[in-house]
């Protein structure tokens, strides 16, 4: 058994200020779910300093063996490993149906958690997760690792700089592999994983609020397998879904959640942006792209954790300059150039002057694998500073793993709706 850390306390009474533990240095660990992401994530947290697997839990105790086995851990049952006095952080990779109760007996508990996305399948429970953590101190964040990547924070700059102009509209499209989830796998049971907006698309409004901020869906919709071909549940499988959000950008830093009320006025304005979701396609075709429409350009990201991206754009030659700096290993090529009257350029009712339209492509040299490994280690670390030092501003809060629920389970409920 690994050395531990002093035993300590950190419950408070409700309404009291965050525990503040600075003896905190080693974490210790517990595993509740041993499946295929947990496998993955512990590979990366291992190699975090100060972080010690202490013990392992799952339903299916041939799994439990094997990961104890693999992590040097004890396989203990759920219900003792939250309990716990030796573990100070249950990490819950389970199905998302049981990360509202497993999670909140572990936050009862004085642990804190970090949970697989999304946080909880309703937007009740994710509050409740929320508050039980606000009022011990604890920290109880969704693995969202998507704005821990990189890219995103090019990208976000880029947004912040309008060196693009105005941000006009965003499309995801996520066509993805359905070679891993075989018939009667819980991907399929809306009652065990929420159904596609609240198991998937969670990582994806949450990447783009933390650019834009607070989102409402203003339209969903949904598709099924089709006759013959669902899977064996007693429902048709839900394959495909779509939904179209608004951001306002004057609310760029305001509240995560999604601004619920708005003027007349602003009802139409802001950006719109197109989440497609399908989970249809063989692994070797499995492809993601985000596209980005500026006023002046369009930044395309590549990949569902994004490695490499290009920029075309009709721009004068500072800005090209500039745009190739924002981006990791960029290389810029020039596919048109203009001169004399040809520099004028007219959009929007606004009119500019350009020098060329370039094409920038970029990449942080990664492979996807190796870059998501990447990103979970950051998350982790990220809220492992956290439990450290209460006064770390992490990337990621509570309120956003709250907010990306609220917004698939509206998506989700207007898609239902529409059925
Ligand atoms: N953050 C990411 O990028 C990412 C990527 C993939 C999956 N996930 C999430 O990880 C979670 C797990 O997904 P997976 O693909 O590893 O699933 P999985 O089916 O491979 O593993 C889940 C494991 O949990 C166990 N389990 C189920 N209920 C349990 C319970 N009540 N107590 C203890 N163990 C229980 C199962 O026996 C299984 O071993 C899901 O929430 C999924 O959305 C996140």
């Known amino acids: 058994m690994p050395a531990t850390s002093p035993s300590r306390a950190v419950a408070t009474a409700p309404g009291s200020q965050p525990a503040v533990d600075p003896g905190l240095r080693t974490i210790r660990v517990g595993l509740v779910g041993c499946g295929a992401f947990a496998r993955f994530s512990m590979t990366h947290y291992r190699r975090l300093p100060g972080v010690e697997v202490q013990a392992v839990a799952d339903v299916?105790?041939?799994?439990?063996?094997?990961?104890?086995?693999?992590?040097?851990?004890?396989?203990?049952?759920?219900?003792?490993?939250?309990?716990?006095?030796?573990?100070?952080?249950?990490y819950i990779a389970t199905p998302p149906a049981t990360h509202h109760p497993l999670a909140a007996a572990a936050l009862r508990a004085g642990k804190h958690a970090l949970v697989e996305k999304p946080l909880a399948t309703t937007l009740a429970d994710a509050e409740d997760l929320e508050s039980l953590a606000a009022r011990r101190g604890l920290v109880c964040v969704a693995?969202?690792?998507?704005?821990?990547?990189?890219?995103?924070?090019a990208v976000h700059r880029i947004i912040e700089s309008r060196i693009l102009g105005g941000l006009v509209h965003g499309l995801f499209m996520n066509d993805a592999a359905d070679e891993g989830l075989a018939p009667g796998h819980w991907f399929w049971d809306?009652?065990?994983?929420?159904?596609?907006?609240?198991?998937?698309?969670?990582?994806?409004?949450?990447?783009?609020?933390?650019?834009?901020?607070?989102?409402?869906?203003?339209?969903?919709?949904?598709?099924?397998?089709?006759?013959?071909?669902?899977?064996?549940?007693?429902?048709?499988?839900?394959?495909?879904?779509?939904?179209?959000?608004?951001?306002?950008?004057?609310?760029?830093?305001?509240?995560?959640?999604?601004?619920?009320?708005?003027?007349?006025?602003?009802?139409?304005?802001?950006?719109?942006?197109?989440?497609?979701?399908?989970?249809?396609?063989?692994s070797r075709m499995d492809r993601q792209?985000?596209?980005?429409?500026?006023?002046?350009?369009?930044?395309?990201?590549?990949?569902?954790?994004?490695?490499?991206?290009?920029?075309?754009?009709?721009?004068?030659?500072?800005?090209?300059?500039?745009?190739?700096?924002?981006?990791?290993?960029?290389?810029?090529?020039?596919?048109?150039r203009y001169d004399g009257s040809?520099?004028?350029?007219?959009?929007?009712?606004?009119?500019?002057?350009?020098?060329?339209?370039?094409?920038?492509?970029f990449s942080l040299g990664l492979e996807k694998l190796q870059l998501y490994g990447e990103v979970v280690a950051a998350l982790a670390a990220d809220q492992l500073a956290r439990m450290r030092d209460p006064t770390h501003v992490r990337q990621l809060t509570e309120a956003d793993s709250v907010a990306t629920v609220a917004l698939a389970c509206d998506a989700d409920r207007l898609a239902l709706a529409a059925d």
């Not at 009119?351 to 339209?357: N, P, R, V, Y």
């Open 289 to 336: 792209e985000m596209r980005l429409v500026f006023e002046r350009g369009e930044l395309r990201l590549f990949d569902w954790v994004p490695t490499h991206g290009q920029v075309r754009a009709v721009v004068d030659d500072e800005a090209a300059e500039a745009l190739a700096a924002m981006l990791p290993r960029s290389s810029s090529r020039t596919l048109d």
């Open 190 to 282: 809306r009652a065990a994983s929420g159904g596609i907006f609240v198991e998937h698309g969670v990582h994806f409004f949450d990447l783009v609020a933390s650019w834009l901020g607070a989102g409402t869906v203003v339209a969903a919709t949904r598709s099924t397998r089709p006759a013959g071909q669902a899977g064996g549940g007693s429902a048709a499988e839900e394959e495909q879904v779509a939904c179209t959000c608004r951001y306002q950008l004057n609310h760029h830093r305001g509240p995560s959640r999604p601004a619920r009320s708005e003027s007349p006025a602003d009802r139409h304005a802001g950006v719109l942006f197109h989440f497609e979701h399908g989970f249809h396609q063989p």
């Open 60 to 90: 299916d105790p041939a799994a439990a063996r094997r990961a104890a086995e693999e992590l040097h851990a004890e396989a203990r049952p759920a219900a003792a490993l939250v309990a716990s006095a030796d573990i100070d952080l249950v």
């Open 143 to 153: 693995n969202l690792v998507e704005r821990y990547n990189p890219l995103a924070h």
């Open 342 to 361: 040809a520099r004028h350029v007219r959009g929007r009712f606004r009119d500019f002057e350009a020098d060329a339209l370039v094409e920038i492509t």
